[in-house]
């Protein structure tokens, strides 16, 4: 497979930017790799270090050689050097949650008018190598500080060498003291200023993949390592790289990350796109490209501050349980069974305690998947009122319960009761529908899915996986969190979409809803006499006076769950933001059920607050019946919840 690879790296910059030691390096280290790897005939490469590597330089770089690629070439851009920010021009404001945009310097930016090369730039230029059917990767060594005060990023620089026997050079830069003029700007950034679109159809898509030293609130770092001064990230990627050349992107960076923390503990990398839904495949592709490897759990365990710490928490549905009846996780591909008990749960993450075998029992350096295996008194319970469906159904059910959890135990999700029992009744129930045949209905009898046919062992643990489908998804519809702090710090808005309107300039109110959060919005007919699927703007007002990362869910009444809307981000204090990059929502009917008077479907939003980045992976369902990307923990709290929109 042809590689057209960019790499580019800076130590040398002039003032009034202070030169680093370990950027050059970093390049020279990733070409040497990628020499060793790809064959000479296949790989086109465009090395700029230094003086060499001015703004106009790197944009040559992406127009001239980097698109030469096509359909089935891989691309890789690698930049290791400073970064910074530059708050948006106004009418950009829409495309980065924050207001403002991350940058990369170049050796001659802010020399004269040379302004930093903005990552909005980058993805234009990224979008056009894309368009032409190549895959993308990009990795950035380097921190953007994201609107932090010079002493915010000294903090973060203390925290990230905190314990270690270095100083560390962070690779960042304050941001101008006089932004640069619009003018400076790529052409085709300029043409979007007071453009209608605006580009959001351009950064909204998920066209390549992005691995990052840090995240917005954290410092990336370079030390010595061996003979030289490298970028932490860089070594930590080459060293993973090294060992497994077509490791996924995933995989990658949470090798990578655990390595990095392992060494600094204040810089955390971070991958785009993060989700699971329909950027997700990219992330599941080896390095440099091939065909998606899904995990069988997106959930992994990392040693940190002296425990093993697991990427999930309350926001994904986690819970102590008590000494007697607890929260069990299992490490898979360990080569042995190795439970741990969640000990601790916080906002985003748990803290596990082992169960027979020693914390130094795993290696420190790197991240280990884990699937859950029991949680306490599961919250859908299942009553079976099959009888008359033939005698063999019901313990071919609770067969088949009793086995359904990862490694043969019984499911960690649902539990059998009886029907009758009105100190615990059942929240699902499983009726006759003919012979041989099982429906699955709420508690008030109301039927959830068609029939399920359920004469085989085969056929009863397609019916029991769609049963935990359906109990996850609940927990998430019925996710609130009215007691924490951040509950009522971040609101979900909607705002009507005008004629003619493709992005949202945040200037129209928006739309008043009952106090229980629901609107009903209506099919309408064109002039032309064709029947429009209603549209709308989706806002994320975050009321507070600190940043929050925020996470949209979307739920539809046919069990499907994504974040495609809005997959994890940092939104500014005071700020209001619009999901989807300023794109119309579209509320359509699921497949199937056509538009006709009466026909309806019911949608709901949600919006998961913390204080730190979380794990958006596991907040993903297909619709009942579609294959699932992977196996996920559901549940939320530390939310806050907007309602529903109708459609009918």
């Not at 209608?196 to 010595?224: I, N, Y």
């Not at 949680?375 to 313990?395: D, F, H, K, N």
């Not at 699921?590 to 026909?599: D, H, I, L, N, S």
């Given at each position: 497979?042809?590689?057209y690879?960019?790499?580019?790296?800076?130590?040398?910059?002039?003032?009034?930017?202070?030169?680093?030691?370990?950027?050059?390096?970093?390049?020279?280290?990733?070409?040497?790799?990628?020499?060793?790897?790809?064959?000479?005939?296949?790989?086109?490469?465009?090395?700029?270090?230094?003086?060499?590597?001015?703004?106009?330089?790197?944009?040559?770089?992406?127009?001239?050689?980097?698109?030469?690629?096509?359909?089935?070439d891989?691309?890789?851009?690698?930049?290791s050097?400073?970064?910074?920010?530059?708050?948006?021009?106004?009418?950009?404001?829409?495309?980065?949650?924050t207001?403002?945009?991350?940058?990369?310097?170049?050796?001659?930016?802010?020399?004269?008018?040379?302004?930093?090369?903005?990552?909005?730039?980058?993805?234009?230029?990224v979008?056009?190598?894309a368009?032409?059917?190549?895959?993308?990767?990009?990795?950035?060594?380097?921190?953007?500080?994201?609107?932090?005060?010079?002493?915010?990023?000294?903090?973060?620089?203390?925290?990230?060498?905190?314990?270690?026997?270095?100083e560390?050079?962070?690779?960042?830069?304050?941001?101008?003291?006089?932004?640069?003029?619009?003018?400076?700007?790529?052409?085709?950034?300029?043409?979007?200023?007071?453009a209608?679109?605006?580009?959001?159809e351009?950064?909204?898509?998920?066209?390549?993949?992005a691995?990052?030293?840090?995240?917005?609130?954290?410092?990336?770092?370079?030390?010595?390592?061996?003979?030289?001064?490298?970028?932490?990230?860089?070594?930590?990627?080459?060293?993973?790289?090294?060992?497994?050349?077509?490791?996924?992107?995933?995989?990658?960076?949470?090798?990578?990350?655990?390595?990095?923390?392992?060494?600094?503990?204040?810089?955390?990398?971070?991958?785009?796109?993060?989700?699971?839904?329909?950027?997700?495949?990219?992330?599941?592709?080896p390095?440099?490209?091939?065909?998606?490897?899904?995990?069988?759990?997106?959930?992994?365990?990392?040693y940190?501050d002296?425990?093993?710490?697991?990427?999930?928490?309350?926001?994904?549905?986690?819970?102590?349980?008590?000494?007697?009846?607890?929260?069990?996780?299992t490490?898979?591909?360990?080569?042995?069974?190795?439970?741990?008990?969640?000990?601790?749960?916080?906002?985003?993450?748990?803290?596990?305690?082992?169960?027979?075998?020693?914390?130094?029992?795993?290696?420190?350096?790197?991240?280990?998947?884990?699937?859950?295996?029991?949680?306490?008194?599961?919250?859908?319970?299942?009553?079976?009122?099959t009888?008359?469906?033939?005698?063999?159904?019901?313990?071919?059910?609770?067969r088949?319960?009793?086995?359904?959890?990862?490694?043969?135990?019984?499911?960690?999700?649902?539990?059998?009761?009886?029907?009758?029992?009105?100190?615990?009744?059942?929240?699902?129930?499983?009726?006759?529908?003919?012979?041989?045949?099982?429906?699955?209905?709420?508690?008030?009898?109301?039927?959830?899915?068609?029939?399920?046919?359920?004469?085989s062992?085969?056929?009863?643990?397609?019916?029991?996986?769609?049963?935990?489908?359906?109990?996850?998804?609940?927990?998430?519809?019925?996710?609130?969190?009215?007691?924490?702090?951040?509950?009522?710090?971040?609101?979900?808005?909607?705002a009507?979409?005008?004629?003619?309107?493709?992005?949202?300039?945040?200037?129209?109110?928006?739309?008043a809803?009952?106090?229980?959060?629901?609107?009903?919005?209506?099919?309408?007919?064109?002039p032309?006499?064709?029947?429009?699927?209603?549209?709308?703007?989706?806002?994320?007002?975050?009321?507070?006076?600190?940043?929050l990362?925020?996470?949209?869910?979307?739920?539809?009444?046919?069990?499907?769950?994504?974040?495609d809307?809005?997959?994890?981000?940092?939104?500014?204090?005071?700020?209001?933001?619009?999901?989807?990059?300023?794109?119309?929502?579209?509320?359509?009917?699921?497949?199937?059920?056509?538009?006709?008077?009466?026909?309806?479907?019911?949608?709901?939003?949600?919006?998961?607050?913390?204080?730190?980045?979380?794990?958006?992976?596991?907040?993903?369902?297909?619709?009942?019946?579609?294959?699932?990307?992977?196996?996920?923990v559901t549940?939320?709290?530390?939310?806050?919840?907007?309602?529903?929109?109708r459609?009918?």
């Amino acid at each position: 497979m042809p590689l057209y690879a960019l790499l580019v790296g800076v130590d040398a910059y002039l003032p009034p930017v202070a030169p680093l030691r370990g950027a050059r390096r970093d390049v020279l280290d990733v070409e040497q790799y990628l020499r060793a790897r790809i064959p000479e005939e296949d790989l086109h490469l465009l090395t700029l270090t230094d003086a060499e590597a001015t703004r106009a330089a790197v944009i040559a770089g992406f127009r001239k050689h980097l698109g030469q690629a096509g359909p089935g070439d891989s691309v890789l851009f690698w930049f290791s050097g400073r970064g910074s920010w530059l708050p948006a021009p106004a009418e950009l404001a829409h495309l980065d949650p924050t207001g403002r945009f991350q940058t990369l310097l170049c050796s001659d930016s802010r020399l004269g008018p040379v302004p930093d090369l903005l990552d909005c730039e980058v993805a234009l230029l990224v979008a056009d190598i894309a368009a032409a059917g190549a895959h993308v990767a990009l990795v950035l060594d380097r921190c953007h500080g994201d609107g932090a005060a010079p002493e915010d990023v000294a903090a973060a620089a203390a925290v990230a060498g905190a314990g270690a026997d270095f100083e560390p050079e962070v690779r960042w830069s304050p941001p101008p003291t006089v932004p640069p003029s619009s003018e400076s700007f790529l052409t085709e950034l300029q043409d979007m200023i007071g453009a209608e679109s605006a580009g959001a159809e351009v950064f909204s898509a998920a066209d390549h993949v992005a691995l990052a030293a840090c995240g917005p609130r954290e410092v990336a770092v370079e030390l010595r390592i061996g003979e030289h001064h490298r970028g932490v990230f860089t070594s930590a990627l080459l060293d993973r790289l090294t060992r497994e050349p077509t490791v996924t992107y995933r995989r990658l960076l949470d090798d990578a990350r655990s390595r990095v923390r392992h060494l600094v503990p204040g810089q955390g990398p971070t991958l785009f796109p993060a989700g699971a839904a329909r950027g997700g495949a990219l992330a599941d592709q080896p390095f440099l490209g091939g065909p998606p490897r899904v995990p069988p759990s997106s959930m992994r365990i990392r040693y940190r501050d002296g425990a093993w710490i697991l990427d999930a928490g309350a926001c994904h549905g986690l819970v102590p349980g008590t000494a007697a009846d607890p929260t069990v996780v299992t490490v898979r591909g360990s080569g042995q069974a190795r439970p741990a008990r969640v000990a601790e749960v916080r906002a985003e993450q748990s803290v596990l305690e082992p169960i027979g075998w020693e914390p130094d029992g795993l290696d420190r350096r790197t991240s280990h998947p884990v699937v859950v295996t029991r949680v306490p008194l599961p919250a859908e319970t299942v009553g079976l009122e099959t009888a008359s469906a033939g005698a063999y159904i019901r313990p071919l059910l609770v067969r088949t319960l009793a086995s359904a959890g990862a490694g043969g135990v019984p499911s960690p999700y649902l539990r059998v009761v009886d029907g009758a029992d009105r100190a615990c009744p059942p929240t699902l129930r499983l009726r006759a529908a003919g012979a041989g045949l099982v429906r699955v209905c709420r508690a008030d009898g109301a039927a959830l899915a068609p029939p399920y046919p359920c004469r085989s062992p085969e056929q009863a643990a397609r019916l029991v996986g769609d049963l935990e489908h359906i109990a996850r998804w609940r927990l998430f519809a019925g996710l609130a969190n009215p007691v924490s702090p951040l509950a009522r710090a971040v609101r979900l808005e909607v705002a009507a979409v005008r004629r003619g309107q493709t992005v949202d300039r945040l200037g129209q109110p928006p739309l008043a809803s009952p106090e229980d959060g629901s609107l009903v919005v209506n099919y309408h007919r064109a002039p032309d006499g064709s029947v429009q699927a209603p549209s709308m703007f989706l806002r994320i007002r975050n009321t507070s006076d600190r940043a929050l990362y925020c996470v949209v869910l979307h739920l539809t009444d046919r069990f499907r769950m994504d974040t495609d809307l809005f997959a994890g981000d940092w939104v500014g204090a005071r700020r209001t933001v619009s999901a989807g990059r300023g794109r119309a929502v579209r509320i359509a009917l699921p497949p199937g059920r056509a538009a006709v008077p009466g026909a309806s479907a019911t949608e709901w939003f949600k919006v998961l607050i913390s204080e730190t980045p979380l794990n958006a992976v596991e907040f993903s369902l297909p619709r009942l019946g579609e294959p699932a990307a992977s196996a996920l923990v559901t549940s939320a709290a530390a939310a806050g919840t907007v309602g529903s929109g109708r459609s009918g």
